[in-house]
């Protein structure tokens, strides 16, 4: 029984990883950590995430539970995920990471606890997701330099923080890596005005905010005479959950080193 903390246990992903959790015959619910001073903290996280009573309340410190738990999920936001992945590091606890939006340098600052932890870091926790890069992969190499013009576009719901979207980054990088090219050097963030005609090598990506669009990514593969349109649409934030639960059960059995999703599916 992998016994599971998680952080940010009121937010949309939180309240959705509290159901996944409950649903998973191999994992327990050991915590439910909420931001520091919150109102929440002491409330019963079965009724935050509304799945009933679970006798397990909401605490603002994770001081409060280390003795509880063998692995902390974390989908909060880069500054926090940072400072519990260095907790994780002092007291032996594994982590599964789910945040997107980290800076170039707190991505590098991640990385710096790959001999002292083992994480899993994934920007989608799908199972879609994650198959699609594959196919991404493959996509690329045959097309990407025939002539086909690369874009990336996502789309999420009104209260999402970061763009473009960690997936359409990853997706972006996995394209690009795939055909020897950069996403610093090669990726197109935002066209306005007199920007002229696309350049052959570019990867343009193009943001939607709206509703409560759970997730929708496409990469277009387009040339004069045709269009291919690989998509993934995710409909319930449960897709992620469920592959973050799978994270933690995996990751309760790896050595110290920082993971991919494609590691805990064997992809
Ligand atoms: N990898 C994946 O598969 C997926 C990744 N994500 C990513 O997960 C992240 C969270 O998304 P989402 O759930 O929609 O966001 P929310 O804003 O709904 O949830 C984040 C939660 O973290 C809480 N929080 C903030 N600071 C702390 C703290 N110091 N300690 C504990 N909790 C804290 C917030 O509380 P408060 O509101 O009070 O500040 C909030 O409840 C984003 O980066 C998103 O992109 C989302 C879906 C799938
Ligand atoms: O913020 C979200 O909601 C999501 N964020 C992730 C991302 O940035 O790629 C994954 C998913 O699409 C939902």
């Known amino acids: 029984m992998t016994r599971i903390a998680i952080v940010g246990v009121a937010g949309r992903m939180g309240r959705t990883l509290v159901n996944a959790v409950q ?15 919150s109102s929440l903290a002491g409330a019963d996280i079965g009724e935050l995430a509304g799945v009933g009573r679970l006798d397990v309340a909401a605490v603002d410190s994770l001081d409060a539970i280390v003795d509880d738990f063998d692995v902390l999920i974390d989908f909060t936001s880069p500054r926090v995920t940072l400072a519990n992945l260095a907790f994780c590091a002092e007291h032996g606890k594994r ?19 790959r001999d002292r932890v083992p994480m899993v870091f994934a920007p989608n926790m799908s199972v879609g997701v994650n198959l699609t890069l594959k196919l991404l992969e493959t996509a690329a190499k045959a ?3 025939e002539g086909y013009d690369i874009e990336v576009i996502e789309a999420h719901h ?13 997706m972006g ?57 690989i998509t993934h649409k995710a409909s319930s934030r449960m897709t992620f959950a469920k592959g973050a639960v799978r994270a933690a ?19």
């Open 23 to 37: 649903e998973d015959a191999e994992a327990s619910l050991a915590g439910g950590i909420v931001e520091p001073g």
């Open 95 to 113: 982590i599964v990471i789910g945040t997107t939006g980290l800076s170039e340098d707190e991505l590098v600052e991640l990385d710096g606890y």
């Open 173 to 229: 990088e996995v394209v690009a890596e795939s055909l020897g090219r950069t996403l610093k050097e090669h990726g197109v963030f935002a066209r306005e005005g007199q920007c002229g005609p696309r350049s052959e090598k570019e990867i343009g990506f193009a943001t939607v905010r709206a509703g409560d669009i759970v997730g929708e990514h496409t990469v277009m593969f387009a040339t004069e005479g045709e269009r291919i349109e």
């Open 143 to 145: 097309l990407g330099d």
């Open 249 to 267: 059960r995996w990751v309760a059995g790896q050595g110290n080193g920082r993971y991919a999703m494609q590691d805990v599916l064997g992809l």
């Open 158 to 170: 009104r209260h999402k923080v970061d763009a473009p979207s960690g997936t359409a980054l990853k």
